[in-house]
């Protein structure tokens, strides 16, 4: 007897204002390999939301189990800014080398405290779950891979496999790739910036293809 597939919807917590995080997850029975991956954290930042929806419709190998995540930030994206609707940047607001400077609505404000903000709680939480083996966020738009300080031919391979270069980022207080790759061992978490723009359906397909080619 053979047995479909099927991809389950999991409410993840609830932005500032009150909107769903969701995220798609193909549960795999025996898993070889964890993934996870983040369409959008920054609201004015949301191509890669292009590769985690081909990445939910569709059933990956039977050893990987995969969480898509469009969106973390939907306030955020709704009104196309940066921060959440309390005006933090969330990639600032992570458990790792957390520190306190500026105020909200300043462009990489850090929250008033780590995890202070719930979008922020609701990713952590899937993360200390999951114990991906890879975690991937996408921004914009810098056109790179960033070595990010987790496992580096992983990250060589994803650019390689899309074609885009790899450099080293300036790993900031607080950013999400940087509290994984320093607390979540072993575990592999970086950044790939999109270019400008949106995604068009081939180079969105090519990023979904790379992330299920890297493991
Ligand atoms: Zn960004």
Do not use: K
Request: glycine share 6%; charged share 20%; proline share 7%.
């Amino acid at each position: 007897m053979s047995t479909t597939r099927v991809a389950s919807v999991v409410l993840l917590g609830s932005s500032a204002r009150g909107r769903r995080i969701t995220a798609v997850h193909w549960a795999a029975p025996a898993p070889r390999v964890r993934i996870v991956v983040f369409g959008c954290i920054h609201g004015d930042e949301p191509a890669g939301i292009a590769i985690t929806q081909i990445l939910a419709a569709r059933a990956p190998p039977s050893d990987v189990d995969l969480w898509a995540v469009d969106d973390i930030n939907p306030d955020g994206l709704a009104a196309n800014t940066r921060l959440n609707a309390n005006g933090v940047d969330l990639n600032r607001n992570f458990p790792y080398a957390w520190r306190f400077y500026g105020r909200p609505g300043d462009s990489e404000y850090p929250g008033r405290a780590a995890l202070s903000e719930p979008e922020t709680r609701a990713a952590h939480d899937l993360l200390e779950l999951v114990h991906p083996t890879v975690t991937i966020w996408y921004h914009q738009h810098q056109d790179l891979v960033d070595e990010s300080g987790g496992d580096v031919a992983v990250e060589s391979r994803y650019a390689t496999l899309v074609g885009l270069p790899l450099r080293r980022l300036t790993r900031y207080p607080g950013s999400a790739a940087s509290w994984q790759n320093v607390t979540l061992a072993p575990t592999t978490a970086f950044v790939v910036e999109l270019p400008a723009g949106s995604l068009s359906p081939r180079d969105a397909t090519r990023h979904a293809d790379a992330v299920l080619e890297l493991v």
